[in-house]
């Protein structure tokens, strides 16, 4: 009887957390998203990079409905994405040399230990088991990598939207 009423609880508990992560669920994303890369394919076929001098932020959600964003955007709907699949990932921040620009990334650690990243609609894949080396391996001239959470600026950004 305690082990039925046991699994009757976790099967609860389950339910609810499915719910609550389908209530949540991004509008339009595609049913047939599933890896990393089934995410890099529809946002290069279906998205748009759209500079922008004054860096306005979008959530998930709007960065979907528009079609188009900037780096920061697309590391936004990325994260957002591989979370809902459950893959463990972070947004990156990526400072160049004699540049005084920053660039957003999402980067996860695949099953095998080696880092993965999408940069704006490009997934890049690497041997890399430290996340410096996966980065710089695209971006040579990264001076300083720093995780976005970390970061005061872009989480007092991620408020805001």
Known sequence: MKRNLTATIAM???TT???LNSAYALEGLPSNI???????????????YTFEINDNWQ??????????????DF????????TDH????????VDFKGMQIRHAICAWRTDNGTYNFISNKVMYTTSETSLESAIK???P?????TLAKNDYEFRKKMRSI
């Open 137 to 139: 391996k695209y971006y």
């Open 34 to 48: 599933q890896t990393p890369k089934d995410l890099a394919e529809w946002l290069s076929d279906e998205f748009q």
């Open 86 to 93: 459950r893959i463990s990932n972070d947004i990156v921040l």
């Open 12 to 14: 609860l508990i389950i």
């Open 59 to 72: 959530s998930a959600q709007t960065t979907i409905d528009s079609r188009s964003g900037d780096c920061e």
């Open 17 to 19: 957390i499915l719910s």
């Open 75 to 82: 590391a936004v709907l990325v994260s957002s994405v591989l």
């Open 141 to 145: 001239d990264a001076k300083s990598i």
